[in-house]
């Protein structure tokens, strides 16, 4: 199985990394063979298999609704590349919405 | 451009109506952290590692928010799964610290339940399904200044990961009025089991509507238009404006183009409230492209039986069973149990004393309505700031029962005890009302009977109702006397003769 | 012996008894990375005065007479990947360079609750991605035994280090072998704990499902002891096990009489290096001398191990990278300025180009690959063919084990394929150095804990690693069978020949 450059485009979109076009070709050639190599599983049958998302069997973890103690703003904005004392700061949001 | 008003009849299509309710659950703390959920701090100063997305933060899951949903979901009526899990739903915004939402994907913990709303006047009566309720974290503030330009949008992430109930319904409610009437039930009820405080000025309450219209062809046949999405809806009353703009929108758009469901993706329109119109959003096509997965920090939940049970058990009564217990417990009428179960469970509890005080639940609901909500109306706040106890009401009521005054005299006293802050005993007092006795009453209508020959007369040649002329006077003579007693006595000493 | 060369528990101890200060046990080691570091890389940051600070200050307080903690005193080199607020945390990445955590991780908490001493923050593969420490922005780590040669990795800095005498003990993270590759490699004791015994919380993440820190040192006894310090119930991980810590160190001296070896049949396969398989031989031959016997036991779904890896770690990792997005914290590209020029396509707002390129211009090529591998395989239309088979595939890999320890006690084998390569050999292959974690990344998709040690050294003088794998909360015993094997040998005890 391999990807086109189109399909590695579109991939770099939705994780929003930026390609140049020689990453573009490098990574398409590179995301082929791994994709072929890990196609491999496909030799397996698992239909009868139960998928494991988690090595824990544990369950209900809870924590008490207990208020601790936040940081202060300065602790929060402390590492923002912008940021204008109270509030991050990033380029304009114009009419880009964000999840359903 | 708004829409001309149509009255149902004359539509010539139904609108099918789904709506995507989130309440943010009343817990001290965030979903996965210690943070203060208390609305209307300081810009990012309830934020901590987790809630910030901060390299290697983890969240941990608030017990009582989980409760809350629970509760939620079974006053909606759901069927509670025994297994949950939580899921990442990724997508990049600047109020999404980590880049992905924990919300619940292919098995949220409950699912397939219903909500009736009923219309008190009967207009309609409709069971909407629930599709599923899950618990999710909320996102953060995006605060931009359009006016501005093109400065910076400021991100303020206090709000994030701030536990919501996300309830969806089916699409089976079939007009703007039903869509808000059934909000307000939902409203009532989350707020009636104490899972939320339905605040929409503070964004405790949001809704997004999924309208489309279903248009009968001459041949029989429906088309149905595409489906959109309306987002943006910051009150009940805008919800119902939103999908009747839309509605009519819908229909032009379908007379031009033809366009019917399937023919395109599903649109987001955000509701422009000053306008009165929707407006297309930007609608990217991957955007929809979340990649869930299990979220591996989390551990699933599992409910057993017995749990659901006693979270049922301790719930108690939703405004729907408590509007029928109202009504039969103080034999009053359905729309007066609906007009003060509405108003909320504080409410009910004072009307609930004061009836008990009374003895007579329909005086009782009647001074509630006319008197009592009346005010509350006037004045603005709730219940709990009304300045008369049910006692003080209760006081007027009985005496007017008793005949001391009627009840128009109630009502004085009732309005200058609010005025004044004085206690009912003092203002009657005051305005030198004293229960006229016996005598003093049988002495007022001789009097009058003597000053009212034609009156007398009128009445002994059979016309009862000619007595009424006495009332007024007896009352400028003495502003205490109880006019049926005036009128009763004086009709007594006239067949006396 | 040098003062550096000392063991952990007899630094602990020599503190205690007042033999030595802990500012003259830290300054010998900050003496040390001053000397060596340079060739080596190990370190991202060292900061001399805090540190002796530190030190002065538990050497005050035990003056007067004040309790002082079980590690009082004890350099710890700790993994550029966990949370520290006195050093940067960087994942040795330009995304975070500079980046100061305003919380300390739970084990890095414990660590300071217990009086170690960080002395500093060690070298990486970028976001623990690598398998040989060359994906590490600020240059690779070298390998002490051969300086031409990788250390290993993700926790490349961590092994080096104890390899080279920089540090008693270093804290590593082993999504996939990233604490017991590097410790074969670079000839130290290396221990990845089952899932959940330590903390995760203020690791930063790579593959939440695999993730777990572990000790790395000169001997099983030293990981014991750190062991007792780092592990235990976290309320601020719900993953992490409530069951209660052993007191490891202990509870070692039980004789290996009984103990059943499993030895994996399909870790004979192709890519397995003679002297690595001549050196794993020897070392079931001192087990049985032990008292321990030797069993052949099947995984048979081992060969799907570093399939079902490179799908679900990517998977995990490209969410749990999408914080770095130059909008909160970390490194944001200088918009409308420098090379949007070269850039495929073009960006629909200013936000798109703060993220794209914040994130092509601060990840490094492996890290990007990894995220394009993962966002792949769990969007629309592949997520039943690559993620969910994975899922089922691991659990395939857990039954394996499973079934196994029905037989056995512990597994055991070499820890990877081949001793340390020449740095740069694997560079330009992603798909060969995925290999060098066919041994080592079934014990993290089954959740369950291994640790690697020496057990010989090559013709050309390079260490051979040697794992055991144990089920689920086989800490004590996987402890106990490596300290029981280094009381038998004297491969732990070699030093690298670095010249000065």
Redesign the interface.
Known sequence: MSLSSKDVAKVGSLARLALTEADLERMTGELSKIVDFVSQLGELDTSAVEPLAHPLDTRNVFRDDIPAPSLTTEQALGSAPRHDGSCFLVPAVLGESGAA | MTPTPVTPAAEPFTTVIGLEVHVQLQ???KLF????TTFGA????????TC???????????????ELAMRAALALNCQIASFTKWD??????????????ISQFDLPFSSAGHLDVVDPKGAFSRRVRITRVHLEED?GK???D?AAG????????NRTGTPLCEIVSEPDLRSPQEARAWLNELKLLLVYLGVSDCNMQEGSLRVDANVNLHIPRPDGSLAKTPIV?I?NVNSFRSVERAIAYEAVRQFEEWQATGAELGSAPKQ?RGWDDPAGITRA???KE?????????E???????VSEEQVAAARAAMGDPPSVYRGKLAERWSITPYDADVLVNQGRDLVAWYEELATLTGDGKVASNWMQQDVLRTLNERGGTIGEFPMKPAAVADIITRVAKGDFDTSRGREIFATVLATGRSVTDVIADMGIAAVGDDELETLCHELLAANPKIVADVQGGKEQAAAGLIGQAKKKNPNVNPAKVREKCLELIRRG | MQLSERSATEIVSAVRAGDISAVECVTAFLDRIELLDGKVNAFLAVNREQTLAQAADIDARRAAGKPIGPLAGLPVAVKDALCTTDFPTTCASKMLAGYRPPYDADVVARLRRADAVIVGKTNMDEFAMGGSNENSAFGPVHNPWDLSRAPGGSSGGSAACVAADMAPVAIGSDTGGSIRQPAGLCGITGFKPTYGRVSRRGLVAFASSLDQIGPMARSAADCALIMEAIAGHDPGDATSLTTTVPSYSQLLDEPLAGLRIGRVTEHYGPGLDPEVARGVDEAFAVFKAAGATVHDVELPHAKYGIPTYYLIAPCEASSNLARYDGAHYGARAELGRGTSAEYVGSFESPLMEMYCRSRAEGFGPEVKRRIMLGTYALSAGYYEAFYAKALRVRRLIQQDFLKAFEKVDLIAGPVSPTPAFPLGEKTGDPLAMYLVDMYTVGTNLAGIGGISFPCGFTKAGLPIGFQLQGPALAETLLLRSADRFQRLTDWHRRRPPLSV
Do not use: W
């Open positions: 817990t001290k703390t952290c210690g943070c203060s300081p810009p990012n100063t309830h934020v901590c590692p910030l997305g901060l390299p290697g933060s983890l969240p941990v899951m608030n017990r009582t928010a989980f990442r739903k990724n997508y990049f915004y600047p109020d999404l610290p980590k880049g992905y939402q996102a995006s605060m931009h359009e093109v400065a910076d949008t400021r991100i303020d992430l999405e987002k987001t959003q930007r609608h991957e955007s929809s492209d979340y990649r869930y997965f299990p591996p920090d989390l551990v699933p939940v599992t």
